[in-house]
């Protein structure tokens, strides 16, 4: 994983994604972070929530049951939201999210900006899309 805090890179890629609207409109100090193909992206062991939208690659998101069975949830390309969940609910101990391919996320703390994300009705409304199409 490399984090980059490059603000000319960062402004590039919002700007080439379709949620431009509402990210440019958010106080947010958003970072890419970058993972290689097999990387964890997500785990129970992280400890700090991040909301993060894939700008490049596929990512794959997996729950590990009792048995130690892995069972797929989802798998997402450009445009996908890790992290919506995380917003409302404490974060689950199973759900692990994989990098497919070399992947790049758009990425900021939930934590920090949770009372900013919860104000704001653009940002809810990405997020209420996003839970749709997951479960529909």
Same mark, same amino acid.
């Given at each position: 994983?490399?984090?980059l805090?490059?603000?000319?890179? =960062? !402004? !590039?890629c =919002?700007?080439? $994604?379709k949620y431009y609207? +509402? ?7 958003? &970072? ?5 193909k097999?990387?964890? +992206? @997500?785990s129970p ?5 991040l909301?993060?939208?894939v700008?490049?690659? $596929?990512?794959? =998101? &997996?729950?590990? @049951?009792?048995d130690?069975? @892995?069972y797929? #949830?989802? *798998?997402g390309t450009?445009?996908y ?6 917003i409302? &609910?404490?974060? *689950?101990? $199973?759900?692990y !999210?994989?990098?497919s391919?070399? #992947?790049?996320?758009?990425s900021? *703390?939930i934590?920090?900006?949770?009372? !900013?994300l ?5 940002? #809810? ?5 996003? #839970? $749709?199409?997951?479960?529909?």
């Open positions: 994983m490399e984090k805090y490059d603000k000319k890179k =960062i !402004a !590039a =919002i700007a080439k $994604s609207a +509402v990210l440019s409109s958010l106080d947010i100090d958003f &970072y890419l972070i970058k993972y290689e097999g990387e964890l +992206v @997500r062991f992280q400890d700090e929530l909301f993060q939208i700008e490049q690659g $596929s990512i794959n =998101i &997996y729950f590990i @049951r009792d130690g069975t @892995r797929s #949830l989802s *798998s450009t445009d939201f890790l992290g919506d969940m995380d409302f &609910y404490p974060k *689950s101990n $199973s759900i !999210a994989q990098a391919e070399p #992947l790049t996320c758009i900021f *703390s934590e920090k900006y949770k009372e !900013a919860l104000s704001n009705n653009q940002f #809810l409304q990405l997020i209420c899309n996003s #839970l $749709s199409a997951k479960i529909g």
